[in-house]
């Protein structure tokens, strides 16, 4: 079970980062490829933003394509060894502050203070104890208005059979029960989707949800299923990832 014990001592202690993350971007074919052809085209209505506040940022895979798209940066990891990474790998960013914590509180951003937060490929090992704390901590970062897209397990709902490979995901995790948690938090769905990981069915969800504002007219949520994620994948790594090495 990924509990937080086992992410401290996985990503602190135990793991290389000799290519600081870039070997997980490997069936796009490579991390500007996967950025240009997978993440920036759910995220552009978001980008540029304000403030961007970004949840376990890891060696700064991400952090290298948002530091650019922002005024104000915050990167918060529970391993203060990945935060030193990060402090080193980005030591010309004078917009972007790094922090350690305790892998459930984001008490180092101040509150109604983002426009966009976002965690990719870290939170899918988090359980629901960790998600239920991040997405009210989420909640109260953002501005009235803001909006949040975290990465994070399906497991629970993904139907994986037995033996299958499960990529180290939380069991107790599912779309439903982030929607759930959400809703119970005061946040409005923008959009979730369910998408396969590598060769796993369905395994992973990517949920954006917003901070509401006054009276704005919420648009009804977006909810897909996306069987064809690792496809995405191999397709850019075939045809974009390519223009990358120009
Ligand atoms: C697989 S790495 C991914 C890093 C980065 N997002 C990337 O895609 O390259 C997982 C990262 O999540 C961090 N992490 C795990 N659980 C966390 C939590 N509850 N809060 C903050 N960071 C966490 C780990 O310290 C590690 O840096």
């Given at each position: 079970m990924p509990d937080l014990s086992w992410n401290t001592s996985l990503w602190g202690d135990n793991y290389g980062w000799e290519e600081a993350g870039e070997e997980w971007s490997v069936p796009w074919g490579g991390s500007e490829a996967q950025w240009y052809g997978s993440l920036f085209p759910r995220l552009h209505r978001l980008l540029p933003a304000s403030s961007i506040l970004e949840i376990a940022p890891g060696y700064g895979r991400w952090t290298r394509f948002l530091l650019p798209n922002c005024e104000r940066y915050l990167g918060i990891d529970l391993n203060a060894s990945c935060v030193e990474a990060c402090r080193n790998r980005f030591s010309n960013a004078s917009h972007a502050r790094f922090e350690s914590n305790d892998g459930l509180s984001l008490a180092a951003a101040p509150d109604a203070s983002f426009d966009v937060v976002f965690s990719f490929d870290?939170?899918?090992?988090?359980e629901i104890d960790v998600l239920q704390a991040y997405v009210a901590e989420i909640l109260r970062k953002l501005k009235p208005g803001g909006t949040a897209f975290i990465h994070h397990s399906n497991y629970a709902q993904s139907q994986l059979v037995e033996g299958q490979n499960d990529h180290s995901r939380a069991h107790s995790v599912s779309a439903s029960a982030v929607a759930d948690l959400v809703s119970v938090h005061g946040g409005q769905m923008v959009v979730q989707e369910v998408v396969t990981w590598i060769d796993a069915a369905l395994l992973d969800c990517l949920t954006m949800f917003r901070r509401p504002a006054g009276q704005a007219e919420v648009p009804a949520p977006v909810h897909l299923s996306n069987p064809y994620f690792a496809d995405e994948a191999r397709l850019i790594a075939h045809f974009q990832a390519p223009y990358s090495a120009i």
């Open positions: 870290s939170l899918v090992h988090a």
